[in-house]
Antibody, heavy 119, light 111 residues
Framework: EVQLVESGGGLVQPGGSLRLSCAASGFTFSTYAMSWVRQAPGKGLEWVST????????YYADSVKGRFTISRDNSKNTLYLQMNSLRAEDTAVYYC????????????WGQGTLVTVSS | QSALTQPPSASGSPGQSVTISCTGT?????????VSWYQQHPGKAPKLMIY???KRPSGVPDRFSGSKSGNTASLTVSGLQAEDEADYYC???????????FGGGTKLTVL
């Protein structure tokens, strides 16, 4: 059974940093792309970033490019999202999602972790 | 990265069919057969219902079907049931620069 468990969310001041983690199990982690998708309170889904299985290809939404960094440790079956220079508009539930390696499709999602950027 | 366009709401009575549209451009929906649909109940994570325009993951009822014509994709839910009431989001591959774009979501109400 595929399981994705996010952690690392919390309250941070504007301009601050936070690192999210996603622990994966139930599949061969290193062979699948992984993504982060966020959802601001009461709003829709917004794709944030995707990283290929081997870690060589990264993709970012314009809204986070230059501030967020996606990475993975395939030996620990863990996906990360380093978030710097956080802004109020980054406040959202951040979901980790497993890719299918075909066209950005994601087939399993974690339960999400809430990031609140506020002074 | 412009969002795909979905109607904010849709509704139908139990047993009826409802179709939700998702309009993009030739750079996303119209350019690739990588349209997905996700169902999200309140407070829950999204669940994949349709991928690659028409395919259903294992376990998704065949009441859910997808299609595409030009730059517009559609999700049809037939034989509406109370548990189908949820938010539905479409997404599309948008090439190596923008990668993935989501629609704004449609709230489906079962009357």
């Amino acid at each position: 059974e595929v399981q994705l468990v996010e952690s690392g969310g919390g309250l941070v001041q504007p301009g601050g940093s936070l690192r999210l983690s996603c622990a994966a199990s139930g599949f061969t982690f290193s062979t699948y792309a992984m993504s982060w998708v966020r959802q601001a309170p009461g709003k829709g889904l917004e794709w944030v970033s995707t990283l290929s299985g081997g870690g060589s290809s990264t993709y970012y939404a314009d809204s986070v490019k230059g501030r967020f960094t996606i990475s993975r440790d395939n030996s620990k079956n863990t996906l990360y999202l380093q978030m710097n220079s956080l802004r109020a508009e980054d406040t959202a539930v951040y979901y980790c999602a497993k890719g299918t390696n075909r066209g950005g499709t994601t087939d399993y999602w974690g339960q999400g972790t809430l990031v609140t950027v506020s002074s | 990265q412009s969002a795909l366009t979905q109607p904010p709401s849709a509704s139908g009575s139990p047993g009826q069919s409802v179709t939700i549209s998702c309009t993009g451009t030739s750079s996303d929906v119209g350019g690739y057969n990588y349209v997905s649909w996700y169902q999200q109940h309140p407070g829950k994570a999204p669940k994949l219902m349709i991928y690659e325009v028409t395919k259903r993951p294992s376990g998704v009822p065949d009441r859910f079907s997808g299609s595409k014509s030009g730059n517009t994709a559609s999700l049809t839910v037939s034989g509406l049931q109370a548990e189908d009431e949820a938010d539905y989001y479409c997404s599309s591959y948008a090439g190596s620069n923008n990668f993935v774009v989501f629609g704004g979501g449609t709230k489906l109400t079962v009357l």
